[in-house]
């Protein structure tokens, strides 16, 4: 019964959240779905570029030397089923179910600094609230970013999708949790 009630309370929030976490900048009516699993990737692109792609909760955002710099806390999330199996294996000794369709873990100390490209694109979800709604997928630029982030307190808990070229932060875009 209560495996039923995980996996329905899942299904239930991936309908209502059906588009993708790395979905564009046009507005949306839901809000971002991530993928079952995000671990962080690398990969090269045509041009020989190094692409890493990763979640992260974002540990100081600061101006050094005239650019915005960002250090990182790299997780990984998993959702619905995979957030059972992986909460499991982190607390193989509760007995409870796990009732959240999310779980993030965090089992890697090691935190890493980026310089944030002066064209990076930025990406919230929770920012506006205007009319009482939140306005998905909603570009902003490094300032409007800087002091979204400043506005939660540093460190928070607020995973980000961050996507870094050749050592370069070019993309960050922040997941809603429910």
């Known amino acids: 019964m209560k495996k039923s009630y995980v996996l329905l309370s899942s299904l239930i929030l991936c309908s209502l959240l059906g588009t993708e976490a790395y979905a564009g900048s046009q507005q949306q009516t839901t809000a971002p779905a991530p993928s079952s699993v995000i671990i962080p990737t690398s990969s090269k692109d045509k041009q020989g ?53 999310y779980y993030i873990r965090n089992s890697n100390p090691k935190i890493r600094t980026f310089e944030i490209s002066p064209k990076a694109s930025f990406t919230l979800q929770t920012n506006s609230t205007k009319d009482g709604d939140l306005h998905w997928n909603e570009s902003v630029n490094a300032d409007t970013f800087s002091k979204f982030v400043q506005s939660k307190g540093i460190p928070y808990q607020l995973p980000f999708h961050i996507e870094v070229t050749n050592g370069i932060v070019t993309k960050i875009t922040e997941q809603y949790v429910p």
Not at 49 to 62: D, G, P, R
Not at 77 to 92: L, M, S
């Open 49 to 101: 570029n190094t692409i890493e792609k990763s979640m992260a909760y974002v540990k100081t955002l600061q101006v050094k030397n005239g650019k915005l710099v960002v250090t990182l806390d790299y997780v990984q999330w998993f959702f619905g089923e995979e957030a059972v199996k992986a909460y499991r294996q982190d607390h193989p000794l509760v007995k409870e179910v796990y009732p959240a369709p």
